[in-house]
């Protein structure tokens, strides 16, 4: 009983994988993921930004920071050094419906990954004002 429940399991489990690749091709973009693709950047260009203020950076970092961005310390717009600032006061529902839309209107390149797609549709609609 043990074996034949093991060998459905992986037999679901090989034959699941290419179906939900499929089903999940590089040119789809949901709502989902512009969400994911904006939380995960929020969060860890936060973690960096709150890292280089925290002064526990090696002098390599500093030099680095210095020579990028000047003396300027960056925007708390957590995503500024990613090129992109979201307005501050705009709901989830409305940044993600502005991505979308400009998603819509974009043409994609053959063999570019949703990733890059989306963030270029990203820093298109909010660049950061310097």
Same mark, same amino acid.
């Given at each position: ?7 459905? @399991? ?12 499929? /089903?999940?091709?590089?040119?789809? *973009?949901?709502? #989902?993921? =512009?969400?994911?693709?904006? !939380?995960?950047? #929020? ?5 960096? =930004?709150?890292?280089?203020?925290? /002064?526990?950076? @090696?002098?390599? *970092? %500093?030099? !680095?920071?210095?020579?990028?961005? /000047? ?14 600032? =979201? ?8 940044? *993600?419906?502005?991505? @979308? ?8 390149? !053959?063999?570019? %990954?949703? #990733?890059? *797609?989306?963030? @270029?549709?990203?820093? !298109? ?6």
């Amino acid at each position: 009983m043990n074996k034949t429940i093991t060998l459905v @399991s992986a037999l679901t489990f090989f034959t699941a994988l290419p179906a939900f690749a499929e /089903g999940h091709a590089n040119t789809e *973009i949901s709502r #989902d993921y =512009i969400a994911g693709f904006l !939380a995960g950047a #929020d969060l860890t260009d936060g973690a960096i =930004i709150d890292n280089i203020s925290s /002064g526990n950076e @090696s002098d390599f *970092i %500093q030099r !680095a920071y210095r020579t990028r961005l /000047g003396k300027e310390h960056p925007s708390l717009q957590p995503t500024y050094l990613a090129g992109f600032c =979201i307005p501050e006061g705009i709901s989830e529902e409305k940044l *993600i419906n502005s991505i @979308s839309d400009q998603l819509k209107q974009t043409t994609k390149p !053959a063999n570019t %990954q949703r #990733d890059t *797609i989306v963030y @270029s549709a990203i820093k !298109a609609l909010y660049p950061c004002n310097k």
